[in-house]
């Protein structure tokens, strides 16, 4: 799977490994920065990330900061993405089967480096259950964008 990765300086640690683990498994990672620890913004990563998940450039995405929050927020705010911000594995498989979700976040201050990778590896793992309710829910979830 090609997946989309991306993070602020708050998660360049956690990134690195996801990309090891990813690529270790065989997928082909591309890696929308940052790439040093110097103190950026993560609307400029988050977002370009998002977009290659948008456009068909990539399957799949994974955007990481401090918290979470900020570079959900973004992958969220572009059209076609629909991002779960992530810190269990329940939610993880949940946000697949239930909400189609193409983009994931985390938090590499609130997950430790094990539990995220458990969190990755159960939400690319995951399918979306196909179930008429939950596409009609995301239907009407994606028209919002209109």
């Known amino acids: 799977m090609k997946i989309a990765i991306a993070c602020d300086h708050g998660a360049l640690a956690l990134k690195n490994t996801l990309i090891a683990h990813l690529s270790k498994q065989g997928h082909e990672v591309v890696n929308f920065g940052t790439d040093t620890l110097d103190s950026c913004d993560y609307p400029d990563f988050a977002a370009k990330a998002a977009q290659a998940v948008a456009d068909g450039t990539c399957e799949k995405g994974i955007v990481l900061c401090t918290t979470g929050i900020g570079v959900s927020i973004t992958a969220n705010k572009v059209k076609g993405i629909r991002c779960a911000l992530l810190?269990?594995?329940?939610?993880?498989?949940?946000?697949?089967e239930h909400n189609d979700t193409n983009v994931m976040a985390m938090g590499a201050g609130i997950v430790g480096e094990k539990l995220a990778i458990e969190i990755t590896d159960t939400w690319l793992g995951t399918a979306f259950s196909g179930d008429a309710r939950h596409q009609r829910r995301i239907d009407k979830v994606m028209a919002l964008e209109k």
């Open 87 to 96: 810190s269990d594995v329940l939610s993880a498989r949940m946000t697949r």
